[in-house]
């Protein structure tokens, strides 16, 4: 569903399913902050009736797509990078759509992009960032497992594979030796080989702080770029 023409050159990919009133929230918070940056919703078959069109038009979303297809977020993933690579975007940026990270922080990867970097992952485990009601497995798999393999692969020091938060150059997800789009992208696999396969191809990689919780504290999330 295409609600509006292309009207900035990012685009800010939500991967949705059933997220109710965080997703709500979400839409809400972005259209206040005035972010110059297309909203693109990829929803994996949602049934609650929380994307629904009238809802949506209020949020300032550009364009809502729906997998049909099999396979869970990298299809839908897929099915919006190949979209918004086919409507002339220079970026995308992808949050989930849980409502956990704190969108204010968009800028800093436009900034980013604007600066040269071709893929920027948020991170939580450095100065100045914070994880919130992190479980403590998954918090410890993520910082001492999952994030030194991504990064022995890709040859660049990520503290925080595991965070949806991320940012992308058209030049990189065009490169025909990148090549996001083929069907062994299913599941949940496509935003860990991106992680490695870009930054190996020589494309530069930021750190970039995605504090999530700062935001509902009542303070203001940092503003660098590694």
């Known amino acids: 569903m295409i609600l509006s023409p292309r009207r900035y050159q990012y685009a800010l990919?939500?991967?949705?399913?059933?997220?109710?009133?965080?997703?709500?929230?979400?839409?809400?918070?972005?259209?206040?902050?005035?972010?110059?940056?297309?909203?693109?919703?990829?929803?994996?078959?949602?049934?609650?009736?929380s994307l629904d069109e009238a809802f949506i038009r209020t949020t300032g979303v550009n364009t809502l797509l729906v997998k049909k297809g099999p396979g869970r977020l990298s299809a839908q993933l897929r099915m919006a990078y190949a979209w918004a690579l086919a409507r002339g975007y220079e970026g995308i940026m992808t949050v989930d759509g849980n409502g956990k990270?704190?969108?204010?922080?968009?800028?800093?990867?436009?900034?980013?992009?604007?600066?040269?970097?071709?893929?920027?992952?948020?991170?939580?485990?450095v100065?100045?960032?914070?994880?919130?009601?992190?479980?403590?497995?998954?918090?410890?798999?993520?910082?001492?497992v999952h994030a030194p393999l991504i990064s022995l692969g890709a040859g660049f020091r990520f503290t925080d594979t595991m965070n949806g938060f991320r940012g992308y150059s058209a030049r990189a997800l065009r490169d025909p030796r990148v090549n996001p789009f083929r069907e062994e992208f299913r599941d949940y696999n496509l935003l860990f080989y991106?992680?490695?396969?870009?930054?190996r191809l020589g494309y530069r990689p930021a750190r970039c702080l995605s504090p999530g919780a700062?935001?509902?504290?009542?303070?203001?999330?940092?503003?660098?770029v590694a």
């Open 13 to 49: 990919v939500i991967p949705v399913i059933n997220d109710g009133d965080r997703i709500r929230g979400q839409l809400r918070a972005i259209r206040d902050l005035g972010l110059a940056i297309d909203v693109i919703i990829t929803d994996g078959g949602s049934t609650d009736g």
């Open 194 to 199: 991106l992680s490695v396969r870009i930054p």
């Open 101 to 125: 990270d704190s969108v204010d922080s968009v800028p800093l990867f436009t900034q980013a992009l604007e600066s040269g970097y071709d893929l920027i992952q948020g991170l939580r485990y």
């Open 214 to 224: 700062i935001r509902r504290k009542g303070g203001h999330p940092p503003r660098s």
């Open 127 to 144: 100065a100045g960032g914070i994880a919130e009601n992190t479980p403590l497995d998954r918090l410890i798999a993520g910082k001492f």
